[in-house]
Nanobody
């Protein structure tokens, strides 16, 4: 069973940056056999897809709200996917989740505030 563990969340000022990481542990199909995605859920809002990568790491989706500011990437050798978040805005405040196949991480809180 695959387990996903996110890290890197925290508090940032508007205009600042954070990098989220998500590492995959467990048996089953290899990490590189799955596309990966980042979702987020802000208080009182539905969960939304932020970014998605194919098995090679090529991005195949960015939400309009994050285009040009966020960059998703993956390192298949390390079984890890990343979300580099730049020019952060208060509206980016949310719990961020990584997803691989049917597996979801526990989420990591990102708060953007001055």
């Amino acid at each position: 069973q695959v387990q996903l563990v996110e890290s890197g969340g925290g508090l940032a000022q508007p205009g600042g940056s954070l990098r989220l990481s998500c590492s995959s542990f467990g048996s089953g199909k290899g990490f590189s056999d799955y596309g990966m995605a980042w979702y987020r859920q802000a208080p009182g809002r539905h969960r939304e897809l932020v970014a998605a990568l194919d098995t090679t790491g090529a991005p195949n989706y960015y939400a309009d709200a994050v285009k040009g500011r966020f960059t998703a990437s993956r390192d298949n050798a390390k079984n890890t996917v990343y979300l580099q978040m730049n020019s952060l805005k208060p509206e980016d405040t949310a719990v961020y989740y990584c997803v691989s196949g049917n597996a979801w991480g526990q989420g990591t809180q990102v708060s953007v505030s001055s």
